[in-house]
């Protein structure tokens, strides 16, 4: 393969859905991941654009028949449980809405026939929803608008391709990556509600999707590109992932990796860095980034890893892996459990997914605040496969398919660990 072909192909790698293929993407935003209470109901969506609480034996209540069938536009529970952000689909509008799973009270707060909303988080106080927007004449803007519907939607920022946004854990500014690589004039800065201009701006990003929050709030980690002469070649791009300090803006180095894009998720827990890689050669292994500085390999030398998820308290990690077709040709995905002291990996089990739970993985470090995959006490994973919503238990070993439909999550309260200073 050609020089430039490679680095094309790098370049595009983040508005290309690598395991659907036919399906198109540039969407999408956020990590914050959080340590959640026992839960025991998950909030499921689908089938025939239904939004439902199921309990253990399976009873569905419903909440909404109108949920919009779309990729991308899936709901969002907010950080105490106690509501959920859903779309709505009415012929050519599409409305955002927040529920309240108590009440049932439900609160307007974006309507749009030209600008329809997608990927929706929460800040971690609940006071905020952040959402995107595909564009009317191409491109995709992020809006914050206040949960209760106070005050209509603000547009802080627009890019002509990607865009993804992390929350601050004291829930007062917005981390957001704008329109990819320095190759293609991407940035990352932090934007305040209701501030106009940013407070911080790096103009260097490298191949990365999310950036994150440290812990404490007082850090970010994002992928930067080294400068380079000359006309760009595959040779020399080089991810480098780099922490920040807020208001001292002196880099930290802590990890590189040549002709290929880093997706990284921090530990709920810590400052861990987990991450992995996608290049000319496609997906690599999982990598942890430990406290004291050094990486080392978590994942099977041979397991190319195409998503990975903490689990709340952060000593493991379920990662997927490609797992081949079925006899009817359909995608298969592996589950596979690591510790973060990088024991042997546990394989769990192999599934067909929807496609649905497909488009979500490939932005897996963006939905892992929107979709809780591990319980609460780190004892199972929800899943959606072809055939209905799969809960896994880790400690039995065991899948039980809990309900009809495409996707799952876990609904229980969340605390930010950041807010427990």
């Known amino acids: 393969m050609a020089a430039r072909r490679i680095l094309l192909t790098i370049i595009g790698l983040l508005s290309v859905v690598i395991l659907i293929g036919s399906l198109s993407a540039g969407v999408v935003a ?11 109901k998950l909030l499921v969506l689908g089938p025939n654009r239904r ?14 028949e109108d949920a919009s069938p779309e990729l991308f536009r899936y709901p969002a529970l907010a950080p105490d449980g106690s509501r959920v952000a859903y779309i709505s689909q009415q012929g050519n509008t599409s409305v955002l809405r927040v529920i309240h799973l ?8 974006y309507r749009s026939t030209t600008n329809p909303p997608l990927y929706m988080v929460w800040s971690p106080d609940g006071r905020y929803l952040s959402f995107l927007s595909n564009r009317g004449v191409g491109g995709l803007g992020v809006h914050i608008v206040p949960s209760d519907g106070s005050r209509d939607a603000e547009l802080i920022s627009v890019s002509p ?27 990352v800065i932090t934007v305040q509600p209701g501030r106009q201009q940013p407070l911080h701006e790096v103009t260097d990003p490298g191949f990365f999707q999310v950036p994150a929050w440290s812990v404490d709030g007082e850090s970010f980690f994002y ?22 300090k807020v208001g001292e803006m002196q880099p930290q180095v802590l990890a590189r990796e040549p002709m290929a894009a880093i997706i990284f998720g921090r530990s709920p827990q810590s400052d861990e860095i987990a ?23 978590l994942s099977a030398a041979d397991d190319d890893v195409v998503a990975f998820f903490w689990s709340p308290d952060g000593q493991q990690i379920a990662y997927l892996t490609p797992a081949g077709r079925s006899d009817s040709g359909l995608t298969q995905l592996r589950w596979q459990l690591v510790g973060r002291e990088g024991n042997n990996p546990r394989t769990l089990t192999t599934f067909t997914p929807s496609q649905e739970f497909l488009a979500q993985i490939n932005f897996f470090d963006a939905y892992a605040l929107s979709f ?9 994973l929800v899943y959606g496969t072809n055939d209905g919503v799969y809960v896994f238990d880790i400690r039995r070993g065991t899948a ?12 229980g309260g969340r605390e930010e660990v950041g807010d427990r200073r």
């Open 30 to 40: 956020f990590l914050l991941i959080t340590n959640r209470p026992v839960d025991q």
């Open 51 to 64: 939004l439902a609480i199921v309990d253990r034996q399976g009873v569905a209540q419903v909440l909404a």
């Open 102 to 109: 108590q009440s049932g009270t439900r609160t307007e707060l």
């Open 161 to 187: 391709s990607s865009l993804y946004v992390a929350w601050q854990p004291n829930s007062s500014s917005l981390l957001v990556h704008i329109g990819g690589s320095i190759f293609e004039d991407g940035r």
């Open 223 to 244: 992928v930067a590109q080294p400068p380079i002469e000359g006309p760009p070649t595959v040779d020399k791009v080089e991810s480098v992932l780099t922490r920040v």
């Open 275 to 297: 991450y992995t890689t996608v290049g000319p050669d496609g997906f690599g292994p999982l990598k942890l980034v430990a406290l004291d500085g050094s990486v080392r390999t």
């Open 372 to 380: 809780d995959l591990w319980s609460s006490d780190g004892h199972a």
């Open 400 to 411: 039980v398919r809990r309900s009809d439909g495409v996707l799952g999550m876990w609904i």
